[in-house]
C-alpha cells in the first residue's frame, strides 16, 4: 500500500477562493486529509478578496492554512485566478497554471468549483497532466445567475467535459443532473459528501446556557435558525416571510440568522418594517457555529438551490430537526419524515407550515433530531478522504 501511495503520490488542487464557504473548508480538508495519508499535496487558490472576510474568518482560514503547510501541503496564491469571468486575468491565470503543472507535473489535477474547474482543467490538458478531476461543489446551471449566465456555464461545461477524467458529486442529485443532461457518462462520475467533523457539535447543557446568554437569546424561547450566506441563491427572505406567518401563532419565536451577505440590510429593513426587529438576531459570520447549532429547536435551509448543504450534517451532528427546500443535493441528506421536513423552494406557505408542525410536536421533533445525528455519522472526514483516495488509486490503477 505505501508502494501505491508513492507511485501516485502527486497531486495539485485548484480553487477560486479560500473562504469560510463550504467548497472552501472541503477543499482544505481534503489535502490535509490526504497530506496525513502520505500525498505530496499542492494547492493553489486565488487571493479571496471577493470574499469581503472579516479580520476573524481571516484568522480562522489561516488556521486552517497553517495546519494544512504543518502537513507538508504547498500553497501558491495566484492573483489571477478571480470567480467572476474576466477575459484578461482568466487567460493569464490559465498560462500561469499551465507554467506550475509542466514544472511539477503532478500525477493528478484536482480542480474545485465552476471557475477554477474550467480554467485548470483546460490548464491540465495543455500541460498533459496523467488524469484530471473536477469536485464543481454543486453545479451553477439553475438558482444562482440568470438564465443567460446559466446557459453560458452549462455550455462551457459542455465544452470541458472532454478534457476530464472524472468528477466529483457532493450528491446522489448532482449526479442525476449530470446524467440527465448527457454531460458525463455514469462511470466517469462518483458520489463522494463532503466530510463533516461531526464529534465538534456537542455541547453540554451549562454551555449552552452560557452560549445563549452570550448571544442575548431569552432563556425560555424557542429557536428557529439558518447557517449560511445571506445571498437570494439560500432564499433568506423566504425564511423570515415565513416566521412574519408563524409568528402570528407562536409570539415568542426567536429567528437567528447566521452568516452575511449583500441581503443583510434588506432583511433587517423587511424585519423592522414588520415591527419583528426584536424577534430576529442577525449573528454575522461566526466561528462558533459549532456552539450555536445545539441551541435552536428547528433548523431551517431554504435554498433555491443547493450542492449538497454540508451545514445539513452539522445541524444533523448537532441533534436537530431540519426543515429544507426539495431540491439539488438536499434530499440526499433529509428524508422527509425521518430526520426533518422537505418543502418546495421558494414556497414560503409550505415552509411556515412545516417548521410549525415541529414546534407543534416536540416530541416528532426530538425524534427527528436523534435520527439526524444517527444519519451524520455516514459524513465524517474520514470516510470523505478514504473515498477521494480510493478514486485517485482507481484512476491510476494503482
Not at 412574519?244 to 401563532?249: F, G, P, T
Not at 407562536?250 to 440568522?257: K, Q, S, T
Not at 449583500?262 to 462558533?288: I, M, N, T, Y
Request: net charge positive.
Amino acid at each position: 500500500m505505501l508502494f501505491a501511495v508513492k507511485k501516485m503520490r502527486k497531486v495539485l488542487h485548484i480553487i477560486t477562493r479560500l473562504d469560510m464557504g463550504g467548497s472552501a473548508q472541503n477543499t482544505l480538508l481534503s489535502c490535509i486529509g490526504l497530506a496525513k495519508r502520505g500525498y505530496d499535496t499542492t494547492l493553489i487558490h486565488g487571493l479571496s478578496l471577493e470574499s469581503q472576510m472579516t479580520t476573524a474568518e481571516q484568522d480562522a482560514i489561516g488556521n486552517l492554512i497553517q495546519e494544512a503547510e504543518k502537513l507538508g501541503v504547498k500553497m501558491i496564491s495566484l492573483p489571477p485566478l478571480v470567480r467572476n469571468i474576466h477575459p484578461v486575468k482568466d487567460i493569464i491565470a490559465t498560462l500561469s497554471i499551465c507554467r506550475i503543472l509542466k514544472k511539477q507535473k503532478p500525477d493528478i489535477l484536482h480542480t474545485h468549483t465552476s471557475k477554477a474547474g474550467l480554467v485548470g482543467r483546460w490548464s491540465g490538458r495543455f500541460a498533459n497532466v496523467p488524469r484530471v478531476i473536477h469536485t464543481p461543489h454543486g453545479h451553477v446551471f439553475y438558482g444562482h445567475f440568470d438564465k443567460l449566465r446559466s446557459n453560458l456555464f452549462f455550455f462551457l461545461e459542455k465544452l470541458t467535459a472532454p478534457v476530464t477524467d472524472h468528477v466529483i458529486a457532493l450528491t446522489e442529485g448532482e449526479k442525476n443532473d449530470y446524467l440527465r443532461w448527457s454531460l458525463y457518462l455514469p462511470d466517469r462520475i462518483s458520489v463522494i459528501h463532503s466530510g463533516v467533523d461531526i464529534a465538534r457539535y456537542g455541547i453540554s447543557p451549562s454551555a449552552r446556557e452560557v452560549k445563549r446568554r452570550s448571544l442575548n437569546l431569552h432563556p425560555n424561547t424557542r429557536v428557529v435558525g439558518t447557517v449560511g450566506w445571506l445571498l437570494p441563491i439560500k432564499a433568506p427572505m423566504v425564511l423570515l416571510n415565513a416566521m412574519l406567518e408563524l409568528w402570528k401563532s407562536y409570539p415568542d419565536i426567536e429567528l437567528v440568522y447566521v452568516g452575511k451577505g449583500p441581503l443583510l440590510h434588506s432583511l433587517q429593513a423587511h424585519a423592522a418594517k414588520h415591527g419583528a426587529s426584536d424577534k430576529v438576531k442577525f449573528l454575522g459570520w461566526r466561528e462558533d457555529v459549532h456552539e450555536i447549532l445545539p441551541l435552536l429547536d428547528v433548523f431551517v435551509l431554504p435554498s433555491l438551490n443547493e450542492g449538497m448543504g454540508r451545514v445539513l450534517v452539522e445541524a444533523m451532528a448537532a441533534g436537530k430537526p431540519v426543515v429544507a427546500s426539495r431540491t439539488g443535493g438536499i434530499t440526499d441528506l433529509v428524508r422527509d419524515g425521518k430526520n426533518g421536513l422537505l418543502v418546495p423552494p421558494g414556497d414560503e406557505k409550505a415552509l411556515a407550515e412545516a417548521i410549525g408542525c415541529l414546534l407543534a410536536q416536540p416530541n416528532l421533533a426530538r425524534q427527528m433530531g436523534a435520527c439526524g445525528k444517527e444519519i451524520s455519522r455516514n459524513f465524517g472526514l474520514e470516510s470523505m478522504v478514504a473515498k477521494i483516495d480510493s478514486l485517485y488509486r482507481k484512476l491510476l490503477e494503482l
